[in-house]
């Protein structure tokens, strides 16, 4: 017992000293990201995509019945209803839009570095159940991209942690445990308030929901299309922005190629279905390659940084691949549904925080494997 409130006492010191480094080295350094500006402590938002926040923050809800309209127009001519969806402007999800407006940016951000060092700590109670050491629990209460999205006030930390939530309730569900489908039901409601990437979250649930045995039969099946009609809401509500995040994705290149580039074909001197077959895979290759920080700068930034951001590769990508083979099926079924969205446009490892702690269990996991095997087995191998 006093072991252990020992280790608890030493991961909020980690946790409270990470995160006042950080602030110091922000603070003094221009840090500059892939969008061209210093990330700097409750200073001016270091992203792009704020600015389209900003504009949409007094009228968060106005346009939540968009889909309604969509449907009035398309029942009279549904030429004319996909016309006017396809002229609305980009609406984020009003609920973060509705805490910038409630709180301000500043505010906001003190309650962010507090939540991502709630997020830190439930990693690492995480990892302590999964019975991983105290020091690959340090790295998950200090794992850089946790604290750099601590202090970027973004969806990207809002979302990894009501994440947690919906994967922990979810995983409740299963073994029945009372009121648990309910919470993981509002906060899948939630995220998709949120961002549109929630979506693909939704046949995780209704998975979840099939398996439940507390649930009668009939209410499931009713339940089940609820949820799909809640989606589908959803979906004409998000389409007119991922149209556009379509359009941006397709500036995005991947080592100097355009993603319209591999779907011509880049191996120019094998035959056609060769070209095509490959062009394909090293896509799908470079945007796994990506999402794990393994790619070139967007902008001019320092070679030590783009260095900085691709270390954490070395335990996640091979935590994504053991995970494939080897997560329990819920896991794998999770882990899949969610970078659905990853790799249908632009592929960047900031999409990949709210899964962080399963992709660094199975990359610690991956490593154990490889000493077991290789130095522990031959030490007493005998001849």
Not at 140 to 169: E, H, K, M, N, R
Request: charged fraction near 10%; glycine fraction near 4%.
């Amino acid at each position: 017992m006093k072991s252990l409130k020992l280790n608890l006492i030493f991961l909020i010191l980690i946790i409270i000293l990470s995160r006042l480094l950080a602030f110091g080295v922000l603070e003094q350094w221009d840090i500059v990201n892939d969008s061209g500006l210093p990330a700097k402590p409750l200073g001016q938002p270091a992203y792009l995509d704020y600015t389209t926040y900003l504009a949409n923050t007094n009228s968060a809800w106005h346009e939540i019945y968009r889909p309604i309209r969509f449907v009035q127009l398309a029942w009279l001519d549904q030429a004319e209803g996909l016309v006017w969806l396809q002229s609305q402007h980009a609406k984020p999800g009003p609920i973060f839009l509705n805490l910038l407006d409630i709180t301000g940016y500043d505010t906001l951000g003190w309650i962010y570095i507090l939540i991502g060092g709630v997020l830190g700590f439930s990693w690492a109670r995480f990892f302590e159940r999964r019975n991983l050491g105290l020091w690959a629990q340090a790295l998950a209460c200090c794992f850089p991209a946790l604290i750099y999205y601590s202090f970027l006030v973004s969806t990207d930390l809002l979302y990894a942690f009501l994440v947690a939530i919906f994967y922990a309730t979810s995983w409740s569900a299963l073994f029945n445990k009372k009121w648990a489908i309910i919470c993981s039901t509002l906060i899948l409601l939630t995220l998709l308030l949120i961002r549109p990437n929630a979506l693909s979250l939704i046949p995780i649930l209704l998975i979840v929901i099939f398996k439940n045995n507390q649930i009668h039969s009939i209410f499931k099946f009713f339940f089940i299309i609820l949820i799909i009609l809640v989606g589908i809401y959803m979906l004409l509500y998000y389409l007119p922005y991922f149209w556009e995040h379509e359009s941006n994705s397709v500036n995005t290149p991947y080592w100097g190629f355009y993603s319209k580039e591999f779907h011509e074909g880049i191996f120019t001197w094998l035959p056609d279905w060769c070209n095509n077959t490959f062009s394909l895979l090293v896509l799908a290759l470079s945007k796994i390659l990506y999402s794990v920080g393994l790619r070139p700068s967007y902008s001019d930034v320092s070679l030590w940084l783009v260095l900085a951001r691709a270390a954490p590769a070395v335990l996640l990508l091979p935590g994504l691949i053991l995970a494939i083979f080897h997560a329990h099926w819920f896991e794998r079924v999770f882990i899949f549904f969610f970078m659905i969205p990853v790799y249908v446009g632009a592929s960047q490892e900031r999409y990949l925080l709210a899964i962080t702690p399963l992709l660094l269990f199975w990359g610690i996991q991956f490593y154990k494997n490889i000493y077991y095997k290789f130095f522990i087995r031959n030490r007493f191998k005998v001849n």
